[in-house]
C-alpha cells in the first residue's frame, strides 16, 4: 500500500544540524497531514512535527525555532532540517503520514525509523 523510506539520520556534535527526508511510495491515490516522531530510550513516542497538504506546520515546543519541516508534494517527500541540536534531541526519528492508497480507506502509515545522536 504505502511504504515511507527515511533517510539523513547520524551522529552529531551539539549545535550542528541533519536534515531527515522521508519518501512515500506505493500505490498512492492522496496523501494529507505528514510528520516526524522521535523517541528516546525509555521514554514515549513525541510529535516532533507536522505539516499539512496546504503547508500549515506545527511544532513541539521543545523544537520551535530550531527545527524546519518542509514537503514536496511532486515527489511525496517531507524533510526536516534540524539546527542547532542539542544532547536532548538524540532519538530514534519515525516518519508518520496519512495517506489513502489506490481502492483503499486513509490510514496512518510508519517509517522503520532512523537514529539521530547529537554529541555533547
Known amino acids: 500500500q504505502v511504504q515511507l523510506v527515511e533517510s539523513g539520520g547520524g551522529l552529531v556534535q ?8 522521508c ?4 500505490s498512492i491515490f492522496s496523501i ?4 516526524w516522531y522521535r523517541q528516546a530510550p525509555g521514554k514515549q513516542r513525541e ?3 507536522d505539516i499539512t497538504s496546504g503547508g500549515s506546520t506545527n511544532y513541539a515546543d ?3 525555532g530550531r527545527f524546519t519541516i ?3 508534494n511532486a515527489k511525496n517527500t ?7 541540536l542539542k544532547p536532548e534531541d538524540t532519538a530514534v526519528y519515525y516518519c508518520n503520514c496519512n495517506a489513502r492508497p ?10 522503520q525509523g532512523t537514529q539521530v545522536t547529537v554529541s555533547s
Open 102 to 111: 489506490v481502492n483503499y480507506k486513509f490510514s496512518t502509515y510508519w517509517g
Open 14 to 21: 551539539a549545535g550542528g544540524s541533519l536534515r531527515l527526508s
Open 78 to 84: 517531507v524533510y526536516l532540517q534540524m539546527n542547532s
Open 70 to 72: 518542509s514537503r514536496d
Open 32 to 35: 494529507n497531514a505528514m510528520g
Open 47 to 49: 510529535l516532533v512535527a
Open 23 to 26: 519518501a512515500a511510495s506505493g
Open 62 to 64: 521543545s523544537v520551535k
